[in-house]
Each structure stands twice: as structure tokens, then as C-alpha cells.
């Protein structure tokens, strides 16, 4: 297909989306009605798309067979992870001819799932929010929230929460006094710590730290998932310990995560170097690169992947490629709080791939996954079940 004719059929195709999501007249604008009336498959194919349950039922008719399963998740794994905006990418439409397939794959699909009118659930589940729990030193806890101010001052940190961050502004004092922050499941909180250092605590985590630095290092402690961006300070590295396996840096920028559940320590990096070692084996991480180590005495793996996959969470968004359903769902628990159990095991194991925002509503993921045709959601007041589609 030329340029001219493409980009002619896109256009095209834009109307009818706009058409659609009532985003122009009702009755349809100019450029779209001689587009109409300029033939008489053009009024077919318009008539077609814009007639009640056209895209749900050229879907279920079109990739009815499971050898076209990967396709559309190769279509979607394409067009959404590179694009993760709405955009409506159409390769192969010709002015004459029908869209069923345009409709039926990769962004294109997406987009249209996301815009049509959902089944209503009896239930859904909305994001987390900014939440957590500061435990000072003496035992006294805070709640904090997204609303929540104050500052306080101790022996050796004025501490200000403030526009959903706690920050600490050291106090010259010889002694290391740690206090702790806990995110809840469906929370997540920041935190500037003494020496600058930026931290961004995940669902479910905890992180452990000093109200300022003394000595010649800076050590912390985690539990569950952060992602770190860390103030150079010349000879006085900055040490991060999960369960005694230690990441080591002097400034940059990394994510660290290990819930219980998973059984392993991950730290994937983003910019600089940092050490990471356990009890048996010690490895110099380059950006781009992810260490593993599935407890202290285990070896350590090492391998390149794409860190916007493993740090999405930090910048509000939901991204997975080709990642089992359990792994999925495992991790959306912790963020809107809900509870998941699997009608049969097979499902557990089925790959998905998909690019969302981490703020809206569950039901907006779960309706796009239902549209595979591979499974269906029960949605209770407080869980999920997951049930084979046929």
C-alpha cells in the first residue's frame, strides 16, 4: 500500500473511532459522509463496523482457533510496549476492503476494548494510593497519607512529610538511630533520605534506614520492592541489604525486589554500577543489566533486559511481556488488594502482554485479557477467580 493511501485509510478509520466514542456529531462529519457515499462497500464497511457487537463478535469469529492466540499477543507485545499511548495502528487497511482484521489485532484492539462499553462488575477493585506507616525509633508510629502533613524533630533529623514524601534533613549527631517506613497492600510512599538519596517504596514493602548517615557507609534495609536513586557521596558507598544479600553503589539509580513469596533478591539497573553479592559470589552489574540470587548461599544469574519492564511500576504503569498470568496477578494483588484463586491450574501458566495505566481501575486490565477468549473473571468483594473461557 503507498504512503498517500495509508495514511488515507488511517484518517479514515480515526473517524469511525470518533464516530463511535460519540467524540464528533452524531450524525457523521463531512469528510467521513463523502467517504460514505463515495461507494457502496464504503457504506458496507461503515454500516458493518458501526452495527451493535461488531467487534465482539469479529473477534470470537476471526481468532476463534488457538494457533491464532500468539499472533494477536505478538500483535499487542509489538504495538503496545513501543506505543504505550492510545494510538490506533492500522497496517494493513485498504479503503475498500473490510477492517474485521485491523479491529482484531495488536494496538488496534486494544484500543477499542478499552473504548467500548463494558459489562458492568457487580465488583472492581481500584488502585493504591499513597499510604504507609513511619516508625520512629522510640516505637511511636505514624500513619501517613496522601493528605497528611506535619514535621517533627529528633536528635538527629528534622523530619517534614509533606505532598505524599517524607524528608529528612540530618542533624549533626554520632549515632545512627533507625526508624522504618511500611507500605500496606494497595499503598506506596516516598521517602528523601539524609544524604539526598531518593527512594520510592512499592505495595507491600518495608524499608529500614537510618534518621542520618554516620561512618564511612550507608546502609538500609528492604523488604519487598524500591526503586533507589542514590546521592553520589565520594569513599562512602551506599549499601542496600535484603535478607543479607547486599547491593553496593556510590550514586545511581536501580530496583531493587524481593518478596517473600518469590523467593529471590532482584536488583536491575538503570544508570551508574553497583556491586551485588551474597554469601557465595559477588558481580559488577553494567545499565541494562539484572542480578538474581535465590538466597545467600545460592549462585548469582545475571542477564540484560529491558529496566523499563521491571521499573514501570515507579512511573505509573503496568507493563508485562509475555509473563504468566500468576506472576500478573501476584503482583496486582499487592496493588489493589485483592485476593486470587484459579478454578483450574493451567491457567496460572497462560503468557500475557500489555501496557496500562498502574491508576485506573482493575476492571479496565481484566476486561482486556478477558477479550483473549482464554479465560474469565469471577470479581468478589474482596477476591478474584479465575476461570477457563470455555
Given amino acids: 500500500m503507498n504512503d498517500n493511501l495509508h495514511k488515507k485509510s488511517q484518517k479514515i478509520a480515526a473517524l469511525i473511532v470518533s464516530y463511535l466514542k460519540n467524540k464528533i456529531n452524531k450524525e457523521p462529519n463531512k469528510e467521513l459522509s463523502r467517504w460514505i457515499s ?5 457504506k458496507r464497511i461503515f454500516e458493518e463496523c458501526t452495527s451493535e457487537n461488531f467487534f465482539d463478535h469479529a473477534y470470537k469469529q476471526a481468532y476463534r482457533g488457538e494457533e491464532h492466540y500468539e499472533l494477536i499477543w505478538k500483535h499487542i507485545r509489538a504495538n503496545t510496549i513501543s506505543n504505550h499511548k492510545q494510538k490506533i495502528l492500522y497496517r494493513s487497511l485498504r479503503i475498500a476492503a473490510s477492517i474485521i482484521i485491523l479491529i482484531s489485532l495488536g494496538a488496534a484492539s486494544w484500543f477499542f476494548y478499552k473504548s467500548f462499553e463494558q459489562p458492568q462488575m457487580a465488583y472492581d477493585f481500584s488502585p493504591g494510593k499513597s499510604s504507609a506507616i513511619l516508625e520512629l525509633s522510640g516505637g511511636k508510629k505514624i500513619i501517613l497519607a ?27 549527631s554520632n549515632k545512627e538511630v533507625y526508624n522504618s517506613l511500611k507500605t500496606p497492600r494497595g499503598g506506596e510512599y516516598s521517602i528523601a533520605l539524609s544524604d539526598g538519596t531518593r527512594v520510592y517504596l512499592n505495595a507491600e514493602s518495608e524499608f529500614r534506614y537510618p534518621e542520618s548517615f554516620t561512618g564511612d557507609k550507608r546502609k538500609v534495609y528492604l523488604k519487598g520492592e524500591a526503586y533507589f536513586e542514590v546521592q553520589h557521596i565520594d569513599n562512602k ?3 542496600v541489604d535484603v535478607s543479607g544479600v547486599q547491593t553496593r553503589v556510590l550514586g545511581t539509580t536501580f530496583n531493587i525486589r524481593s518478596y517473600p513469596e518469590e523467593n529471590k533478591v532482584a536488583t536491575t539497573l538503570i544508570e551508574g554500577k553497583v556491586g551485588f553479592a551474597n554469601q ?8 541494562g543489566e539484572q542480578a538474581t540470587a535465590s538466597d545467600l548461599t545460592s549462585e548469582i544469574s545475571v542477564k540484560e533486559v529491558n529496566t523499563r519492564n521491571y521499573t514501570a511500576w515507579h512511573y505509573g504503569r503496568l507493563i508485562y511481556d509475555n509473563e504468566p498470568l500468576k506472576n500478573i496477578l501476584a503482583e496486582l494483588s499487592r496493588w489493589y488488594d485483592f485476593e486470587v484463586f484459579y478454578e483450574y491450574e493451567a491457567g496460572k501458566q497462560i503468557p500475557f502482554s500489555c501496557n ?23 470479581i468478589n468483594k474482596e477476591s478474584i477467580v479465575v476461570k477457563n473461557y470455555k
Fill in 280 to 287: 557465595s559470589a559477588s558481580i559488577i552489574l553494567s545499565p
Fill in 146 to 172: 496522601a493528605d497528611s502533613t506535619f514535621a517533627i524533630s529528633t536528635n538527629n533529623a528534622k523530619i517534614l512529610n509533606k505532598n505524599k514524601s517524607l524528608n529528612y534533613t540530618p542533624v549533626k
Fill in 237 to 239: 558507598p551506599f549499601i
Fill in 356 to 378: 496500562l495505566e498502574r491508576y485506573e481501575n482493575l476492571s479496565e486490565l481484566l476486561n482486556l485479557l478477558e477479550k483473549t477468549y482464554l479465560i474469565k473473571f469471577d
Fill in 38 to 42: 463515495s461507494s457502496k462497500e464504503n
